[in-house]
C-alpha cells in the first residue's frame, strides 16, 4: 500500500524560502520509472502541478515557477524535498505530493496535503 | 503553459447522464493519449478516477468514463449519484515533459 504524508511550516513570511517534505512509503524512488510530483491548490481554487522528480533524478518544473523550485529525494529515507523560494500571499496554498507510477502519465497515490500560508 | 480549460460549474439530477469538457491545445491534450481525471471532496485530496484518457483504476465505478477528440477530453458520469458531487480535475501530460491541469468543475446532482 502507498501512502505519502506532507510536512512542513504552516506559517511563512513573504519573501522568506519554504521547504516541504514528502515522505513515502509502500514504493521505492530508486525503482525505474517511478517519480513523486508537487501540486499545489489555493483555497478555493484548482490544482497547479509545480515540479517532478524521477528516479534516475531528472527533474522537471513548471516553467512559470521553474526559477523559484528545486526538487530533490533522499532514496534513503524515502523523501522528497520542494523548495521554493521569494514566497509570497498568493502562494497560500495546500500542497500535496503525489506518486507518478513507473512508466505512466498520471498521479495515483496522493497525499493528504498541509497547508502553507504566507503573511506578515 | 495554460491551464486547462473547463467549465466553471455543471449540474444533473441523480440517474441522469453529465459531461465535463477539457481543452487543451496540441502541446498537451492533443499531443497524446496521456489525460486523467480526479475527483476531489471538499478538504480531500484528489482521486484518480480516469487516466489515459478512457482507462479507469481498480475500484472505479464503470459509471466514469472518459473520451478524447482533438483537443478536447470529456468525462461523463452515468447514473449520477449524490455522492459523485465533488470537484473534478482533468490533467494532461505535455511535450515539454511537464504536467498541466485544468481550471476544475464543480458538480452539483440537484
Known amino acids: 500500500q502507498i501512502t505519502l504524508k506532507e510536512s512542513g511550516p504552516t506559517l511563512v513570511k513573504p519573501t522568506q524560502t519554504l521547504t516541504l517534505t514528502c515522505t513515502f512509503s509502500?514504493?521505492?524512488?530508486?525503482?525505474?520509472?517511478?517519480?513523486v510530483g508537487w501540486i499545489r491548490q489555493p483555497p478555493g481554487k484548482a490544482l497547479e502541478w509545480l515540479a517532478l522528480?524521477?528516479?534516475?533524478?531528472?527533474?522537471r518544473y513548471s516553467p512559470s515557477l521553474k526559477n523559484r523550485l528545486t526538487i530533490t529525494k533522499d532514496t534513503s529515507k524515502n523523501q522528497v524535498v520542494l523548495t521554493m523560494t521569494n514566497l509570497d500571499p498568493v502562494d497560500t496554498a495546500t500542497y500535496y505530493c503525489?506518486?507518478?507510477?513507473?512508466?505512466?502519465?498520471?498521479?495515483?497515490?496522493w497525499g493528504q496535503g498541509t497547508l502553507v500560508t504566507v503573511s506578515s | 503553459q495554460s491551464a486547462l480549460t473547463q467549465p466553471a460549474s455543471v449540474s444533473g439530477s441523480p440517474g441522469q447522464s453529465i459531461t465535463i469538457s477539457c481543452t487543451g491545445t496540441?502541446?498537451?491534450?492533443?499531443?497524446?493519449?496521456?489525460v486523467s481525471w480526479y475527483l476531489q471532496h471538499p478538504g480531500k485530496a484528489p482521486k484518480l478516477m480516469i487516466f489515459?484518457?478512457?482507462y479507469r483504476p481498480s475500484g472505479v465505478s464503470n459509471r466514469f468514463s472518459g473520451s478524447k477528440s482533438g483537443n478536447t477530453a470529456s468525462l461523463t458520469i452515468s447514473g449520477l449519484q449524490a455522492e459523485d458531487e465533488a470537484d473534478y480535475y482533468c490533467?494532461?501530460?505535455?511535450?515539454?515533459?511537464?504536467?498541466?491541469f485544468g481550471g476544475g468543475t464543480k458538480l452539483t446532482v440537484l
Open positions: 496540441s502541446s498537451d491534450v492533443g499531443a497524446y493519449n496521456f
Open positions: 503525489a506518486h507518478r507510477p513507473r512508466g505512466w502519465y498520471y498521479f495515483d497515490c
Open positions: 489515459d484518457v478512457s
Open positions: 490533467c494532461s501530460y505535455t511535450t515539454s515533459s511537464t504536467w498541466v
Open positions: 522528480i524521477y528516479w534516475n533524478d531528472d527533474k
Open positions: 509502500g514504493f521505492s524512488l530508486s525503482t525505474s520509472g517511478v517519480g
